[in-house]
C-alpha cells in the first residue's frame, strides 16, 4: 500500500468536517461550498458579495450543513487574517481551507499592460499565496489540516490568450508542490486542483471554443471526489486534461506546432 497509498491524510467524514472556502460566492467556489453543506459539513463562506453568500448559505439543497458567512476582500491580508481568526473562534478548529477566488482576463502580447497585469497577479497569486501565509501558524499548532489551492489546466504550458493568467497559475502549481513537500511530514495535506473549461461567469468572457466545457456542479463534484480521495493533484475533466499532460512532455517544436494547429492562433 506504501507507494499506492492517498498522497494526504485522510480528511475527517464530512458531516464532522469544519472548512473555509474562500470565492465561495459564485461559480466553482459556491458549488463546492453548496456539496459540501449537501455532505453536512460546517463551512464558512467568504467572498466580497455577502448577498451572493447568503444565497449560497440558504439554498435548500445545501441545508444539511451549517454554513458561516464572513465577507472579505481576497485581496485585503488584514481582512483575511480578520476573518480567519472569526472563523477559527467560531469553529475551534478548521479541517481544510479551500482557496478557490481568482480572475481571469485574456491578453495578447500586443494587448500587455502592467497595471493590468499587476492586478490579475495580486488576485491569482499574490492573494493565495497572503491566505496560506495567514491559515499555516494555526494549522501548523493543530497537528492536522490541508489547504486546497484552485490553479488551472492552463499552467501546465503557454497558451494563447493566457499570457499573464497561464503564468500566475503555473506559480500556484509550483507553489503548492513546494508547499506539499514541506507540510506532508507535519501532517498538513496540500491539494492543488486543475480545473479546465467550466461555465462559470469568466469562462462567459472567454470568445473562443473551449473543448471539453463542464459545469461548475460537476467540478464541484470532481473535486469533493479527489479531496476523498486524498489525491495530490484533482484535475479534469479528465478527457482534457490528460491530453494536456501529454502535450507538457513534447519538445518545443512539437509543442508549439501542436497548440497552433489546435487554437488556429
Given at each position: ?5 492517498p ?9 464532522e468536517?469544519?472548512v473555509?472556502v474562500i470565492?465561495a460566492s459564485?461559480?466553482?467556489g459556491?458549488?463546492v461550498a453548496?456539496a ?11 467572498a466580497?458579495s455577502?448577498?451572493?453568500?447568503r444565497?449560497?448559505a440558504?439554498?435548500?439543497a445545501a441545508?444539511?450543513?451549517a454554513?458561516?458567512?464572513e465577507?472579505?476582500d481576497?485581496?485585503d ?7 480567519w481568526?472569526?472563523?477559527l473562534?467560531?469553529f475551534k478548529?478548521v479541517d481544510?481551507v479551500?482557496?478557490v477566488?481568482g ?5 495578447r502580447?500586443?494587448?500587455?499592460s ?6 490579475l ?8 499565496i497572503?491566505a496560506?501565509a495567514?491559515v499555516?501558524p494555526?494549522?501548523l499548532?493543530?497537528g ?6 484552485v490553479?488551472s ?6 497558451l494563447?490568450?493566457a ?10 502549481i509550483?507553489?503548492?508542490e513546494t508547499l506539499y513537500?514541506?507540510l506532508r ?10 480545473p479546465?473549461?467550466v461555465?462559470t461567469?469568466l ?5 473562443f ?5 463542464i459545469s ?8 469533493v ?5 486524498g ?10 486534461s490528460?491530453q494536456?499532460k501529454?502535450l507538457?512532455?513534447l519538445p ?5 506546432a501542436?497548440v497552433?494547429r489546435?487554437?488556429?492562433?
Amino acid at each position: 500500500m506504501g507507494f499506492l497509498a492517498p498522497l494526504n491524510p485522510p480528511l475527517p467524514a464530512w458531516k464532522e468536517a469544519r472548512v473555509w472556502v474562500i470565492g465561495a460566492s459564485y461559480g466553482i467556489g459556491a458549488e463546492v461550498a453548496r456539496a459540501l453543506l449537501a455532505r453536512g459539513a460546517h463551512v464558512a463562506l467568504s467572498a466580497r458579495s455577502a448577498d451572493k453568500l447568503r444565497d449560497v448559505a440558504g439554498d435548500p439543497a445545501a441545508a444539511r450543513g451549517a454554513a458561516l458567512i464572513e465577507p472579505l476582500d481576497f485581496t485585503d491580508a488584514a481582512a483575511v487574517a480578520a476573518a480567519w481568526q472569526r472563523v477559527l473562534a467560531a469553529f475551534k478548529r478548521v479541517d481544510l481551507v479551500l482557496i478557490v477566488a481568482g480572475t481571469h482576463k485574456e491578453v495578447r502580447a500586443w494587448e500587455l499592460s502592467d497595471a493590468e497585469s499587476r492586478a490579475l497577479l495580486e488576485v491569482n497569486l499574490l492573494a493565495p499565496i497572503g491566505a496560506v501565509a495567514a491559515v499555516l501558524p494555526a494549522l501548523l499548532a493543530q497537528g492536522r489540516g490541508a489547504i486546497g489551492i484552485v490553479s488551472s489546466l492552463a499552467g501546465y504550458r503557454g497558451l494563447p490568450k493566457a499570457l499573464v493568467y497561464g503564468p500566475s497559475k503555473a506559480a500556484l502549481i509550483n507553489f503548492a508542490e513546494t508547499l506539499y513537500l514541506d507540510l506532508r511530514p507535519r501532517n498538513i495535506g496540500v491539494y492543488v486542483i486543475n480545473p479546465g473549461f467550466v461555465k462559470t461567469p469568466l469562462t462567459d468572457r472567454n470568445a473562443f471554443p473551449m473543448p471539453h466545457l463542464i459545469s461548475a456542479e460537476d467540478a464541484a463534484e470532481q473535486i469533493v471526489g479527489g479531496l476523498e480521495r486524498g489525491e495530490f493533484e484533482i484535475h479534469f475533466p479528465k478527457a482534457f486534461s490528460r491530453q494536456l499532460k501529454m502535450l507538457r512532455h513534447l519538445p518545443y517544436r512539437l509543442y508549439f506546432a501542436a497548440v497552433r494547429r489546435a487554437t488556429g492562433l
